[in-house]
């Protein structure tokens, strides 16, 4: 039986990731973790997040995880939900700290008075659903497999990623203008999103993660 490693750096909704992924995943084992050995030993690995980025980066300093992210975000499946997309980039705004810096970019705040295009005040927190567009090239991932474009996904937000490489973006949203919501690189797919709040969309996509071996061409 194979595993999934939670990583319980102290923050984060843990418990409901845990139970989506159970859910999809009933064959294998999924395991809330702080025991860096355990981490290391697991089959695919699981960052997620829902606080602050320096409470969260502060956190994971403690916990003494670091060293083994590090290593399990290079070689096996690797997946980082809401601030654990964020926190794989350089830098925040949030405070002004550094992040895990696995991909070149940093987190932005949402600016003041945004409009859609009638007009209408978009609140910030961004929550509420949202239906995301597919990067083409990112089509074929397969974490996206069953996944029609325009799919509503759940999202709870002030921060996005800016990514300094734009090929690292799987998926998008308009708020009003595009900004990122979901990453893949190699072995790593990360989303802003929150998956196990988003219905049959966001189960297939923690599915599709379950069994996907880490590997992932870009097509031209």
């Given at each position: 039986m194979s595993t999934i490693a939670i990583v319980d750096y102290g923050m984060g909704n843990l418990r409901s990731v845990a139970k989506a992924f159970a859910h999809v995943a009933p064959d294998q084992r999924v395991l809330i973790t702080s025991d860096a050995s355990e981490i290391e030993s697991a089959e695919r690995v699981v960052l997620p997040g829902q606080a602050a980025m320096p409470e969260s980066m502060a956190a994971l300093e403690a916990s003494g995880l670091r060293a083994v992210l590090?290593?399990?975000?290079?070689?096996?499946?690797?997946?980082?939900?809401?601030?654990?997309?964020?926190?794989?980039f350089e830098s925040t705004e949030e405070g002004d700290v550094a992040a895990l810096?696995?991909?070149?970019?940093?987190?932005?705040?949402?600016?003041?008075?945004?409009?859609?295009?009638?007009?209408?005040?978009?609140?910030?927190?961004?929550?509420?659903?949202?239906?995301?567009?597919?990067?083409?090239?990112?089509?074929?991932?397969?974490c996206w497999a069953g996944v029609p474009d325009e799919s509503a996904f759940y999202f709870a937000h002030s921060y996005y990623a800016q990514p300094a490489d734009a090929s690292v973006i799987a998926g998008s949203v308009d708020y009003p203008d595009p900004i990122c919501v979901a990453v893949a690189r190699d072995n790593v797919f990360a989303v802003q999103f929150h998956p196990e709040k988003s219905a049959d969309a966001g189960l297939r996509v923690l599915r599709n993660f379950t069994t996907w071996n880490g590997t992932f061409h870009v097509s031209n």
């Open positions: 590090d290593r399990v975000s290079r070689d096996r499946p690797f997946f980082g939900v809401c601030l654990g997309l964020q926190m794989l810096g696995y991909l070149r970019g940093r987190n932005v705040r949402f600016a003041r008075g945004l409009t859609d295009a009638e007009g209408r005040v978009l609140k910030v927190p961004h929550m509420g659903w949202n239906p995301i567009r597919i990067a083409p090239a990112m089509r074929g991932h397969p």
